[in-house]
């Protein structure tokens, strides 16, 4: 099973950016497509971003226009630039895969220790 480590979150202030890392454990992540969710205290974790294996994207409302995500199959990462961050978008921050990017709402894998993202106002 592939094994995904997230890295790039930090405390920033509100309007910033960053830029977060998904790294994957082995080649075959990319004909996996790979998607980013967050949980912030006590919510449910939620769907964010997505993209398939051939590089289609797919965003939830609370962040389309702000956050972009691609990947980079010859590095087996997958990114989540951040832009114009909100305090709302404080949470941490994991990626996981599908095989499709209509299953990312069902990843298969195993979830990773996340990354912490802290927007202050």
């Known amino acids: 099973q592939v094994q995904l480590v997230e890295s790039g979150g930090g405390l920033v202030q509100a309007g910033g950016s960053l830029r977060l890392s998904c790294a994957a454990s082995?080649?075959?992540?990319?004909?996996?497509?790979v998607g980013w969710y967050r949980q912030a205290p006590g919510k449910q974790r939620e769907l964010v971003a997505g993209i398939s294996s051939g590089g289609t994207t797919n965003y939830s409302d609370s962040v389309k226009g702000r956050f972009t995500i691609s990947r980079d199959n010859a590095k087996n990462t997958v990114y989540l630039q951040m832009n114009s961050l909100k305090p709302e978008d404080t949470a941490v921050y994991y990626c996981?895969?599908?095989?499709?990017?209509?299953?990312?709402?069902?990843?298969?894998?195993?979830w990773g220790q996340g990354t912490q993202v802290t927007v202050s106002s």
């Open positions: 082995r080649s075959r992540f990319s004909i996996n497509a």
């Open positions: 996981n895969t599908a095989l499709r990017l209509s299953t990312l709402s069902r990843p298969f894998g195993s």
